[in-house]
């Protein structure tokens, strides 16, 4: 079957691809999606993401290779597989991240992507819930909703402690400036996620020049003999189809399976698709390179007040919760977990904020078991968890066979610069800081992990060692810049020397940005789907 435009990958990205290159009528589009429909009612509760965190039903639940800055522990990567992708399945912290991350994206040599040139494709996606503004969309396809005014007593002791540090406050992560302690914006409509799949796509499917094709897992691209992008091979109920694109091949698979998809394709490092068998089509050495991540350790902390740990470990408690939401749509239910946190300058003469803290009324642990699903403390007790805005490290993700169903090579390299050191250091002190001021010490019987006993920087990046994790922000492993030596994409991402074939999703992040990055992701989307269009006119 040919279509104009075939789509790789129907997640957060892929959902707005669909829908803006179809919008107009003129062009026929498929979208291609490994997972089945995301028609769950856990993918509209916001709580529900608890539910596909060990999915594998929803859920690709990679997993890093053994990191040596991490007592060679390998890291949780779950990722969607399912309509809708990641963004079916996250905990909905709605950040577009600093000014300054898009200015250093244009700066890289990528023309057009400086903040003042993505400020708008962030504000034609969005419907703020306070209206449209200088910084805030108001007829947008995906709801932003505050959580301020909805948060959980011990959330508001934690921006009074840090009130009283003489930390700034910030009213809107997603305004002029991304510095302070606040309440997190959350994509949600009606107290239901707002996600690209239930707002873009759904929709759009509803149109003629608009097919889907589910359960359809994408083997290899097929060029032509000069090389052009003019088909992708699919296996679907174990028969392998093909379907061609007039106009381009677009890749939306995600930071994981883009570079796998095109490494298997014969697009990457020579030397590497040698050693699988593989025929390199075109030399592209970044492919795989440059994967940048979030990683992340929580503090916990036992309280001498209720949190939602009794709360959410009663079944009457819960009860009463999924009463609240179903008669009001609102309440934990509907909220992310992560209510309150903020951007901070780990020592005072950082240039800018580096330092990201998630304040949760909720303390609990990631169980060695899938099995035992996610339980809190038993305790009252809450957490706060930080990671670096702008980690330096570089990581990797590469094909570890020929074979299409295998899963690729996730080495993300965490902790291996000084800087990123560092920042732990400042990261563990700054946590410490906060929950010794007074508003927030008033709260804490006891620091239970990493404890008082963790007194030097020594203790500290030792627990950090042992027990820090993905904050789940893959991104940068097919980097948007002007030299076909160093980066995969150029500034209109268009993979450098293939015609027909561009990528538009994480993979194209020349630098992490301070945050979620699931917002960026979609900004991506807007503006890659509006400079497709230029191009095909």
Not at 481 to 496: E, I, K, M, N, W
Request: hydrophobic share 40%; aromatic share 8%.
């Amino acid at each position: 079957m040919i279509y104009d435009f075939v789509i790789v990958g129907a997640g957060s990205a892929g959902c707005i691809l669909a829908s803006r290159l179809s919008e107009s009528g003129r062009y026929s589009v498929l979208l291609i999606e490994a997972g089945g429909k995301d028609d769950s009612f856990w993918f509209k509760i916001p709580v529900g993401y608890a539910k596909s965190y060990y999915n594998p039903k929803v859920n690709w639940m990679y997993s890093t290779e053994p990191e040596p800055a991490l007592a060679d522990r390998r890291i949780y990567v779950p990722r969607g597989k399912v309509q809708g992708g990641s963004g079916s399945i996250n905990a909905m912290v709605y950040v577009r991240g600093a000014s300054s991350d898009f200015d250093d994206w244009a700066a890289a040599g990528n023309p057009g992507w400086a903040a003042t040139d993505v400020l708008p494709y962030f504000k034609a996606l969005e419907t703020h819930r306070n209206g449209a503004s200088e910084y805030h969309g108001g007829k947008g396809p995906i709801h932003v909703t505050p959580m301020r005014g909805s948060t959980h007593a011990v959330s508001d002791a934690f921006l009074k402690a840090c009130q009283e540090l003489g930390l700034p406050a910030n009213d809107d992560f997603n305004g002029r400036d991304i510095e302070g302690a606040g309440v997190y914006d959350i994509n949600t409509r009606n107290g239901q996620r707002s996600h690209s799949s239930a707002e873009y796509l759904r929709p759009a499917l509803k149109r003629p020049n608009l097919a889907i094709e589910r359960h359809a897992v994408v083997q290899r691209l097929v060029l032509s003999e000069d090389g052009r992008a003019q088909a992708v091979e699919v296996l679907q109920h174990g028969t392998i189809r093909l379907f061609e694109a007039r106009r381009e091949v677009i890749l939306a698979a995600g930071a994981v399976d883009t570079p796998k998809l095109m490494q298997l394709s014969g697009l990457g490092d020579g030397a590497l698709l040698f050693s699988h068998g593989i025929t390199t089509r075109r030399h592209l050495p970044a492919v795989g390179q440059n994967l940048q991540d979030h990683l992340c350790a929580s503090f916990y902390y036992r309280a001498n007040c209720p949190t939602l740990n009794g709360t959410f470990a009663s079944l009457f408690g819960k009860a009463a919760l999924g009463l609240q939401y179903l008669l009001t749509r609102s309440g934990p239910f509907a909220m992310s977990v992560n209510q309150a946190g903020g951007f901070f300058r780990g020592k005072p003469d950082e240039t800018r904020p580096n330092i990201q803290l998630y304040f949760n009324p909720l303390s609990y642990r990631i169980p060695a078991n899938p099995r035992a699903g996610l339980t809190p403390e038993p305790y009252p007790g809450f957490l706060i968890a930080f990671n670096s805005c702008r980690p330096t490290s570089r990581g990797t993700i590469t094909i570890g066979s020929n074979a299409p169903d295998a899963a690729p090579l996730i080495r993300p390299n965490y902790l291996s610069t000084d800087r990123d050191i560092a920042e732990v250091i400042q990261g563990s002190r700054l946590v410490r800081r906060i929950a010794s001021a007074p508003s927030l010490a008033a709260l804490i019987e006891a620091e239970v992990s990493p404890s008082q006993s963790a007194d030097s920087d020594e203790r500290l990046l030792d627990y950090f060692r042992q027990n820090s994790g993905s904050i789940y922000h893959l991104c940068g492993s097919c980097a948007m810049g002007p030299d076909a030596q160093t980066s995969v994409v150029d500034a209109r991402l268009r993979v450098h020397g293939i015609p027909g074939l561009r990528i538009v999703d994480a993979s194209i992040f020349p630098n992490v940005t301070a945050g979620n990055i699931n917002a960026p992701t979609m900004m991506v989307a807007e503006k890659g789907s509006a400079m497709i269009l230029e191009d095909a006119r």
